[in-house]
């Protein structure tokens, strides 16, 4: 693997996962998935925003002493003590990492009240200030995806100047979409001092479902580190999920020749480890992850993946460390699905017999939403019962 082609994954699940309405995690939960992020290859865990409350401060921390390979990063807002607070809790880490960001486009401006000159100065003495005390700054425009270009240019340079090690471009409130996207990373390249000399990172909302579309253009302009969370939990309409971009970064490996360190078996234990801990069930027809993602049901489907399992599946379930059946048992299932579900099941049947299976089988399938194994289990002692 060249390095140039080299995509780190920076999850955000603990940080901007959690600011989903209603997903807050005990500390005990937080180390769990962190410590399920470690060992999945994950390059840098975002693990909360230290300020914001004596239990990200501790779970931050905790952490950080923890993690065994991935860069323990906090979030922090362009203020000292902000800053402070966040590398007390990411000192302990082996690779400790500050992250701080500011709102950069005219909306985000008004708030602090800054203006154009002030924001830049403000940037120079917080990103400053942050590597003087860390090696390893990332540094984020908030809301990039609608500051003017010559600003961003200015603001950007700074900040790599004083510094930064990363530049993150964050489409905060979901607004880009995938040309725009690599044609902003490219503009950086371009127009910017040193930025082809730190790693730029794409960081993407989801409010118009394009959170994973956007990322990978931004990859294919330029963009070494995609910014992510499990089953795209996150604010609204949550993150880029990072299932998603892993897998197709290796699927469509032929087109998109980029490689992460992700063991891609860990993400079926992850998503239901989170979805559990956030509260947040996945949608069942989710890319990936949904309950649906390797089911067949139709008949000419089942018949297809029975006959070649590449038919209708683009990679494999045990790709994402599913070993479950993908064959789904219901009215649009044929014969040939049904013999193997019952050979799955220790069932061997004649001809006969599994026709008449088959009859019963149909009729339960048009009152029941799905049949489970048991059904069938039943229907064939059923009929064996009564012939
Ligand atoms: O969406 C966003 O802008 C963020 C920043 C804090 C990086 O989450
Ligand atoms: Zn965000």
Known sequence: MSDKNRVYIFDTTLRDGEQSPGATMSHAEKLEIAAMLDEMGVDIIEAGFPIASEGDFAAVSEIAKLAQNSVICGLSR??????DRCWESVRHAKRPRIHTFIGTSPLHRAIPDLDMDQ??????QTVT??????DNVQWSPMDATRTEHDYLCRVVEIAIKCGATTINIPDTVGYTAPRESADLIRMLLERVPGADQVILAT???ND?????????????????????????????AGNTALEEVVMALRVRHDIMPYDTGIDTTKIMGLSRRVAQVSGFPVQFNKAIVGKNAFLHESGIHQDGVLKNVETFEIMKPADIGLNESNIAMGKHSGRAALRAKLADLGYEVGDNQLKDIFVRFKSLADRKKEVYDEDIVALVQDTTANT
Do not use: K
């Open 78 to 83: 362009a203020q000292i003590p902000d800053i």
């Open 129 to 134: 200030h942050a590597r003087n005390l860390c």
């Open 208 to 236: 118009l479902g394009m959170a994973t579309a956007n990322s990978l253009a931004a990859v294919q302009a330029g963009a070494r580190q995609i910014e992510c969370t499990i089953n795209g939990l996150g604010e609204r």
């Open 203 to 205: 960081h993407c909302h």
């Open 119 to 124: 924001m830049a100065e403000r940037i120079e």
